[in-house]
Nanobody, 114 residues
Framework: VQLVESGGGLVQAGGSLRLSCAASGVTFRPAFMGWYRQAPGKQRELVAGSSSGGSTNYADSVKGRFTISRDNAKNTVYLQMASLKPEDTAVYYC?????????WGQGTQVTVSS
């Protein structure tokens, strides 16, 4: 399984970005597709997740601002980020769980300037 992320970059506070993560080589529908982030000096944290059953969950810090969605036909997960804040600055990682295996993307930098 290979994950290819795109969509990171530099944006001003209050702006928006959309991250994409396409999974290739997937045989079964991923049970989970989500996004984590890691800021310098901090632990990696779950930002948003989407289960194969359609449920979603979000970190409290992004509720109401970020939206996760997935296209099962394309094995792609998206993260629409709005009203970005400087504290959202981090490397964002895509995570896909297929059966019992976890796969990670290479990470994409999101930088929010004040």
């Amino acid at each position: 399984v290979q994950l290819v992320e795109s969509g990171g970059g530099l944006v001003q506070a209050g702006g928006s970005l959309r991250l994409s993560c396409a999974a290739s080589g997937v045989t079964f529908r991923p049970a989970f597709m989500g996004w984590y982030r890691q800021a310098p000096g901090k632990q990696r944290e779950l930002v948003a997740g989407s289960s194969s059953g359609g449920s979603t969950n979000y970190a409290d810090s992004v509720k109401g601002r970020f939206t996760i969605s997935r296209d099962n036909a394309k094995n792609t997960v998206y993260l629409q980020m709005a009203s970005l804040k400087p504290e959202d600055t981090a490397v964002y990682y895509c995570n896909v769980r297929v059966v019992i295996w976890d796969y990670w993307g290479q990470g994409t930098q999101v930088t929010v300037s004040s």
